[in-house]
């Protein structure tokens, strides 16, 4: 891969390939016009081991997206021949992804040229045996067959679709039991581009072009959500803390685009994804004198206590102490109702002060008599 393009996507594409959570799938089915009918054409039944590599243009995923997705499944279409009951698998399937700025009409004979042009890293998304049985109706009918030829990606692949365009690079084991053959055009699509040849590890494509009718299953995803649940929580806060202390620049933690993992990351998720403040403890959107109470009720303020950030560590150093106290108080959202896009962030009022300075004494008297 070139060197600056390793920079471009650190913490785009590759950083996000954990950090996403599936929302509502979708899917996409390339070349668009074989969505809803079968294609006129197959491809070559695999009798032997092949290895090949294709081009998906990134227009396929922009209609009506906004940012990047994670794609969770690769689908191809028994072509007609094949009839219900019939079982078709490989003794080894692997499906490699990556970004590439090549055009599908730029996918060039050489396997390692096109792989030397990706621009980010490539992603192992399937790599095991694999089989399924056909459920397409016989004779083939107006309406399109299924695609029964369904590949849940072990590793799902996050994609934006502003950073290029989609790179497989597919290698096909022996077949087990039965040869293969999947619904494609007659003629190669400006969507896509497929090179293949036989073998275990050939290096060129033998010169033949063509597309395949693939469909890809995919979910938008959320910036910040480790734990791929959907919602911005206290687990995934906790995980980008976690990194923070630890010192790991794992891009996956890399918000905001620095390649580092350090506060100003922490400051987007709390700021600009989770848009509540720091002394946030229960992350209901405010700063109140309940977070006060909460975090002073766990019995580790200047104790040197490991804490989370429900326990009062909101400067990510691990404990509870003054220090979060400057850090809440210096966001300026201390009793501010929830935040938004125009904020006059306020010094803490001496009644502020006095107010934390009470519960603070009375939380640790009540220690001491206990």
């Not at 996409?28 to 074989?34: A, D, K």
Request: net charge negative; with cysteine.
């Amino acid at each position: 891969m070139r060197s600056w393009a390793k920079g471009v996507l650190a913490s785009t594409l590759v950083s996000l390939s954990v950090l996403n959570a599936r929302c509502v799938a979708e899917t996409v089915v390339s070349p668009l016009q074989y969505t809803d009918r079968d294609a006129p054409a197959s491809s070559q039944e695999w009798g032997l081991s092949s290895r090949g590599m294709t081009i998906y243009s990134s227009n396929l995923f922009n209609d009506g997206l906004d940012g990047p997705i994670e794609i969770t499944s690769f689908n191809l279409r028994p072509d007609a021949r094949h009839r219900v009951g019939d079982i078709f698998g490989f003794d080894n399937l692997k499906l490699v992804f990556m970004v590439t700025p090549a055009a599908p009409n730029e996918l060039v004979q050489r396997f390692g040229t096109n792989l030397d042009n990706a621009i980010s890293e490539p992603v192992v998304v399937f790599d095991g045996a694999w089989s399924r049985e056909v459920a397409n109706p016989q004779p083939a009918s107006p309406q399109a067959r299924p695609f029964d030829f369904d590949v849940p990606l072990s590793t799902p692949f996050v994609f934006n679709p502003a950073d290029g365009n989609l790179l497989v690079d597919w290698y096909f084991g022996r077949p087990l039991p039965n040869q293969a053959s999947f619904d494609r055009p007659n003629t190669p699509s400006v969507d896509q581009l497929t090179i293949w040849n036989l073998g275990d590890a050939p290096q060129f494509g033998n010169g033949f072009q063509f597309s395949v009718v693939t469909q890809f299953e995919f979910a938008q995803v959320i910036r910040g959500d480790w734990d791929a649940d959907g919602e911005l929580l206290a687990t995934d806060l906790q995980s980008l803390i976690g990194a923070i202390m630890e010192g790991n620049h794992d891009p996956t933690f890399d918000l905001s685009g620095d390649q580092l993992v350090d506060h100003q990351d922490l400051h987007v998720w709390v700021r600009d994804l989770k848009h509540t403040w720091f002394g946030d403890a229960n992350l209901d959107g405010v700063f109140s004198t309940l977070d006060l109470v909460e975090v002073l009720q766990t019995g580790k303020f200047e104790n040197d206590q490991s804490a989370s950030w429900s326990e009062g560590d909101w400067n990510a150093d691990g404990i509870f102490n003054t220090g979060d106290f400057v850090t809440a108080f210096g966001d300026g959202g201390y009793e501010q109702g929830v935040r938004t896009a125009l904020i006059v962030v306020p010094e803490p009022t001496g009644l502020a002060l006095l107010k934390i300075a009470c519960l603070t004494s009375a939380v640790l008297i009540r220690k001491q008599r206990g």
